[in-house]
């Protein structure tokens, strides 16, 4: 049985985690080119599976294909609507390499899509079919950071289950690299600056997002080095970075722009679940007090609906 919080030393798999990202952002952009926009891009978001991570239903054609990352015996796997099932193994090979292998088992089942395969959120690009750069995959850490994002998952499920306002699943951002959740004040939000613009479609309401981040470096280049719990509010409030916060451990990191804390604080703790939980709260409740939302009308409580229905045992 695999730790609940096993150690994730960011430098001992970094160029696993860059190779697994592209990847990902292959399949995903696959997702992007076939399903209808949902707001705040939520449609090219992938879902966790108690084995990895999938795309869910992906329509074509009149038929729907699902492709699911399986990583406890390490494979991806190509499901359709009418059957078919593809699979190709997750072992270390170039970025090149898995982007021919992937059309290749899309084309097998009868399924012709284009991409563009220029990466996005990533320092440096390298169009995918040209990448043979990143070329590792190391099962053991791979099979920990999915370990880490189904704890994180389990934390995030207890955090959302108050709030009655506009909030979105939690879900797997291939672009960002990702565990996210996000809860909606219900405001706009002023139009982001110097961005692309998924960016500012997905960033144009007022929000308090929370997750888990292997440390990768951004877009921006920055490297933060280390795999985090993070939590922001956009727009940020006045006196937001200011604030103490909670747990201990837990600091605002100006190049990044939001509240961090490190996952080795975490996980080093008697009971991660509570420290996880708490810097999640703790956050939210400031961007919620200073951003002066209407917290009447969005954490309402229903305990009716809340309560466990009646047996039915005779």
């Excluded at 951002?173 to 600056?193: E, I, K, N, V």
Aim: negative net charge; proline residues 8%.
């Amino acid at each position: 049985m695999r730790e609940p919080w096993p150690a994730l030393p960011y430098d001992e798999w970094s160029e696993t985690c860059d190779t697994l990202h592209l990847w990902t952002q292959i399949v995903g952009k696959v997702k992007l080119a076939l399903c209808p926009f949902l707001n705040e891009y939520w449609q090219v978001a992938f879902r966790l599976t108690a084995r990895g991570m999938t795309t869910g239903p992906i329509p074509y054609r009149g038929r729907s294909f699902e492709i699911t990352f399986d990583f406890i015996d390490h494979n991806l796997f190509l499901q359709t609507s009418d059957g078919q099932v593809k699979a190709l193994a997750l072992t270390s090979r170039p970025v090149a390499d898995f982007y021919v292998d992937f059309m290749d088992v899309l084309a097998a089942a009868g399924i012709e899509v284009k991409i563009n395969t220029m990466p996005t959120e990533v320092p440096d690009p390298i169009s995918c079919e040209l990448d043979r750069v990143h070329a590792s995959y190391d099962p053991e850490y791979v099979g920990r950071w999915a370990q880490v994002l189904l704890q994180t998952e389990r934390v995030l499920e207890r955090f959302r289950s108050g709030f009655a306002g506009k909030s979105s699943p939690i879900h797997f951002f291939w672009g960002s690299f990702d565990l996210a959740h996000t809860r909606f004040s219900g405001r706009r939000a002023p139009l982001l600056q110097g961005v692309p613009r998924f960016m500012q479609v997905s960033e144009d309401q007022e929000n308090f997002s929370c997750g888990f981040w292997p440390g990768n470096p951004t877009a921006a280049g920055v490297r933060l080095g280390q795999a985090a719990f993070y939590a922001y509010a956009y727009p940020e409030p006045a006196g937001f970075r200011e604030e103490p916060l909670q747990p201990e451990g837990a600091y605002y990191d100006g190049r990044l722009g939001q509240p961090i804390l490190p996952y080795d604080a975490v996980r080093a703790g008697e009971d991660p679940e509570a420290t996880l939980l708490t810097f999640y709260e703790h956050v939210y409740e400031m961007a919620a007090r200073l951003g002066r939302w209407d917290r009447d009308l969005l954490e309402a409580r229903r305990p009716i609906a809340l309560q466990r229905a009646p047996s039915r045992s005779t």
